[in-house]
């Protein structure tokens, strides 16, 4: 009777903490007792087999376990069994049920010991349980346990005991492979990395991993000399034939679709980001981070895509030999300077010469609209920048704005004047793309200073010794205080988890109020909802970064719509003055970038309104590029694009006005490849429709709009 009591209890007990702390729709089980000596413990909760949890109760049971009881300095024995069963009659969960107990071994080990009775526990072959690895591998091949033992021995050896059972109408092969690559792949469980990219698929991370190793060591050759390297630097016989295999399974691959992309669009465009290194040491740490970094771009590129017709799409370069370091800066986010020399070598071979980027067409638009927004006088804001008058957004910031720039740290150094630096001296180092190494000095305040990365203990006006300039410049962005921050350049990840809390002081106050992220990844997401949480207002990369994608989107837009002879008439210049067509075009391309950066601002500003800021405008940025891109995706596959007045209207728009009178839609619209017009097409109704109606919209919302098209 005490018994039922006690049962009935621990289920009464159940039910309230489940209507506490969770759902009050499901019935949640999380009870656990894990002795204060560590000599066992006992854990039940809900489970759904089959599935890695990462929330709710048993996400991290067996985590526990591992850490806290399966040390080999203290043996345990673990069983742990799921019902075949739901809970009751009105409650679909099942139940998990762990029982961790302190091994007893023999006191004297038996010296001939077959069975293993001399180390193992007393009650081992009476009753003979796992790491949460081994859980998330067979639930990857669609198994659940119904029992396991994790039994440890004395002479340090642990034996698993499985018995898996198929998850109900799951598509899995038969049990008998599913168990077989289980029992293939659990040797790779306890040697690789712990990363998420090794929580399933380990064979094929494994070969990546292996794969990327073998790239940072040996340079690019051919097949025969990467084979003949390998012979003869390989230690034994089957290190020679694992690498064999490796070059026989790139060989095969090469010829299928193993490679195809599924992360880019058929039309994609990005730049190329070319680094340039310091020293020996610096070019290392660069390279390590090449895939990582170029990978992170290109999903960015893809993020801030959304409102042109290309996918995204990033190159990155690593300069080895000094002697190709001609730029001052650590990084260049754009090849200007390789396009100048692309444009003069065009037209010393008598082809013209072509403006190759759209001068004040870039990512400027958003510091003084979310100032308007704000009912801030532009003129009383103070900024820090990073990104000098060197670089294309750095430029165009200073020429376009008219606040109060109190620092800029670029590659080549520190400028800073709490009075606010001359902005007559700005404008000029930005017409001429100079870098702040180059500012008058004369034209500081008795309070400003300009540090050069080359230079060593420099007094600063506070008193302040700076003993090395490089090492100044790299935590710059962390010391300046000012109502708004703009990067404009820099590296990837300069604001990341372990230094964002230095943009607070110590009463806990920002350094910055607002944050408009014009450089690519210059803060990792951790800090960026961090910074938000603490009430700083931040326009993430993705959002504020994409006027230059769409300014090179249209030039290519005209390259491939105007014949030879038209490109020549319009838009080269004669005698060094644009013709009345190409200034026009250029007016086009930035009342574009204009209506963009605009219609995204007004769209995030009021879902984060509406949502009273429970959502971080991060998030919101987030979850519209990847919508818009999703339904970019949708309707190119469509046959809405079959729908010719539907088409017509929206090529019409898409279009620069400029173009169109010019050569006409008709004409436009033969030259212009398929696949290229669908894409323009998705894009301009996918961007458009949702920075109209917004990421919640419903299908009588683009019912509506999409009646309209054709008008």
């Known amino acids: 009777m005490a018994c039922s009591i006690k049962s009935r209890s621990q289920r009464i007990s159940s039910k309230m903490l489940a209507y506490t702390k969770h759902d009050p729709s499901k019935l949640v089980v999380d009870l656990e007792k894990i002795d204060e000596n560590e000599n066992g413990a006992t854990s039940i909760h809900t489970s759904p087999p089959g599935i890695t949890t990462t929330e709710g109760p048993g996400a991290t049971c067996e985590s526990r376990i591992d850490t806290l009881l399966l040390d080999s300095s203290k043996p345990k024995q673990t069983r742990d069994f799921c019902a075949t069963g739901s809970i009751s009659a009105t409650a679909s969960q099942q139940l998990r049920c762990y029982l961790v107990n302190k091994c007893v071994f023999p006191d004297t080990p038996a010296t001939k010991d077959a069975e293993g009775r001399g180390v193992s526990d007393k009650s081992f072959l009476e009753k003979a349980s796992e790491k949460s690895a081994l859980s998330n591998l067979y639930h990857f091949y669609s198994l659940y346990s119904a029992r396991k033992y994790v039994e440890q021995f004395s002479n340090g050896i642990t034996i698993i005991s499985l018995y898996l059972n198929p998850v109900p109408n799951s598509n899995a092969p038969p049990i008998e492979h599913s168990i077989f690559q289980v029992m293939k792949e659990a040797s790779l469980l306890y040697c690789l990395p712990e990363n998420p990219f090794f929580s399933s698929q380990r064979l094929q991370a494994t070969y990546a991993h292996c794969g990327y190793q073998c790239l940072q060591t040996i340079q690019p050759l051919s097949d025969e000399e990467l084979y003949d390297k390998i012979r003869r630097t390989v230690p034994n016989k089957h290190s020679l034939q694992v690498l064999e295999f490796f070059l026989v399974f790139n060989k095969h691959i090469l010829k299928t679709n193993f490679y195809q992309p599924t992360k880019v669009r058929d039309v994609a465009r990005g730049g190329i980001r070319i680094v340039m290194r310091r020293n020996k040491e610096m070019y290392s740490i660069n390279q390590r981070m090449l895939f990582d970094e170029n990978y992170n771009l290109a999903s960015t590129q893809s993020l801030k895509n959304k409102d042109i017709l290309e996918g995204g799409a990033k190159g990155n370069r690593r300069h080895a030999d000094p002697k190709l370091n001609t730029w001052n800066q650590e990084d260049a986010e754009d090849t200007a300077d390789m396009t100048d020399w692309t444009a003069l070598h065009t037209r010393d071979r008598n082809m013209g010469e072509v403006l190759h980027h759209w001068k004040e067409c870039r990512d400027t638009q958003w510091s003084p609209t979310m100032t308007c927004m704000l009912g801030l006088k532009e003129k009383e804001i103070t900024e820090v920048q990073t990104g000098g008058p060197d670089g294309d957004l750095g430029s165009n910031g200073i020429l376009l704005s008219s606040d109060k720039t109190v620092a800029i740290i670029d590659g080549s150094g520190v400028l800073a004047d ?58 710059a962005h962390l010391r300046f205080k000012a109502d708004l921050f703009v990067p404009c350049g820099g590296r990837p990840e300069a604001i990341n988890i372990s230094n964002m809390a230095a943009l607070f002081d110590s009463e806990g106050k920002p350094h910055f109020n607002y944050i408009v992220e014009g450089a690519n990844l210059f803060l990792t997401q951790q800090a960026r909802l961090f910074l938000e949480k603490r009430k700083v207002v931040v326009f993430k990369d993705s959002s504020t970064n994409k006027g230059g994608v769409t300014s090179s989107s249209l030039e290519v837009l005209a390259v491939l719509t105007l014949s030879m002879e038209e490109s020549v008439d319009l ?27 605009a219609a995204e601002f007004h769209c995030l500003w009021k879902v984060h309104t509406r949502l009273q800021g429970a959502k971080p405008r991060t998030t919101i940025s987030d979850e519209l590029s990847s919508t818009l891109n999703n339904l970019q995706a949708e309707l190119e596959s469509s046959d809405l694009f079959e729908d010719v007045p539907s088409r017509n209207g929206v090529m019409r728009r898409a279009i620069p006005k400029t173009l169109v009178e010019k050569i006409g839609l008709e004409t436009l619209l033969k030259r212009l490849p398929e696949a290229y017009q669908r894409a323009l097409f998705s894009s301009w109704v996918a ?9 919640n919209a419903s299908s009588v919302d683009f019912f509506h709009f999409a009646r309209d098209l054709s008008k």
Do not use: W
């Open 418 to 475: 709490p009075t606010g630096l001359d902005r007559e001296e700005l404008v000029r180092l930005a017409k001429k793309r100079l870098t702040v190494a180059n500012f008058d000095r004369t034209k500081l305040s008795k309070d400003g200073y300009l540090v050069k990365v080359e230079e060593q203990d420099v007094k600063l006006p506070s008193g302040e010794i700076v003993l090395d300039g490089t090492d100044f410049r790299n935590g």
């Open 571 to 597: 838009m080269f210049f004669k005698d060094g003055k644009p013709s009345e067509f190409y200034q026009n075009y250029v007016k086009d391309i930035q009342a574009k970038i204009t209506q963009n950066a």
């Open 687 to 695: 961007s458009h429709f949702l920075c109209k109606y917004g990421v």
